[in-house]
């Protein structure tokens, strides 16, 4: 199956730092979101990036699909961004049954006060 | 309202014991997901529904039971389960039904099951 790695597996910052998250993938993919959670287990989707460039305020994504690698940008980083960030990918070739979907090794990230 | 609810919050049970877990949401999505994570690792797809209907299995063993009684409820019935089954239990629900269209899926803040 499809290998999804992120990097780095953990990250120290001060508060108010900037940071990149890298997710390599194996295979082309149909689909790639990332994924946020917190101390306390709630995942919250980020993006939903298959290809291209998205920002939502502090946080940005590039997905580079011909290249099999997608980035996550948290700018000016606040306590609040702790936890596990998670890219995953789906691939497959038709609807119902084939799809498979995988999530990345994660990358936790704490910020400092 | 975008809340996905899930009960109970902390599970403790034994090898031997049958029980349930509940996932609810009221956004009118037509997709559900059952996901199981072990400590620090990334959750996986165990089971998805679509128009209450079991449209992926992911191999999982028949210990883990799901059911879909209407569109905005999901079960996950557990049986005879083992210590290695300890994990959070996560639902999601999504507007789109299929996986390599989905963009957004909404998660409940999951299950803590303890098998002893």
């Known amino acids: 199956g499809i290998q999804v790695e992120q990097s780095p597996p953990d990250l120290i910052l001060q508060e108010g730092a900037n940071s990149t998250l890298r997710c390599n993938f194996s295979d082309s993919v149909n689909n790639l979101q990332w994924f946020h959670q917190n101390p306390w287990g709630q995942l919250i989707n980020l993006f939903y990036i298959p290809s291209g460039t998205k920002q939502n305020g502090r946080l940005s994504a590039t997905t580079v699909a011909t290249e099999r690698y997608s980035l996550l940008y948290i700018s000016s980083s606040q306590t609040t961004d702790s936890g596990v960030y998670f890219c995953a990918v789906v691939r497959g070739i038709s609807n119902f049954g084939n799809e498979k979907l995988t999530f990345g090794t994660g990358t936790r990230l704490t910020i400092i006060p | 309202d975008t809340e996905v609810t899930q009960t109970p919050k902390h599970l403790v049970m034994g090898m031997t014991n049958k029980k349930s877990l509940k996932c609810e949401q009221h956004?009118?999505?037509?997709?559900m997901y059952w996901y199981k994570q072990k400590a620090k690792k990334p959750p996986e797809l165990m089971f998805v529904?679509?128009?209450?209907?079991?449209?992926i299995n992911e191999s999982v063993p028949s210990r883990f039971s799901p059911e879909c009684p209407n569109s905005s409820l999901l079960n996950l019935h557990l049986h005879a389960l083992q210590p290695e089954d300890s994990a959070l239990y996560l639902c999601?629900?999504?507007?789109?039904?299929?996986?390599?269209?989905?963009?957004?899926?909404?998660f409940g803040p999951g299950t803590r099951l303890t098998v002893l």
């Open positions: 999601a629900s999504s507007q789109v039904v299929t996986l390599l269209s989905l963009d957004t899926q909404y």
């Open positions: 956004m009118g999505h037509r997709a």
């Open positions: 529904y679509s128009y209450e209907k079991l449209s």
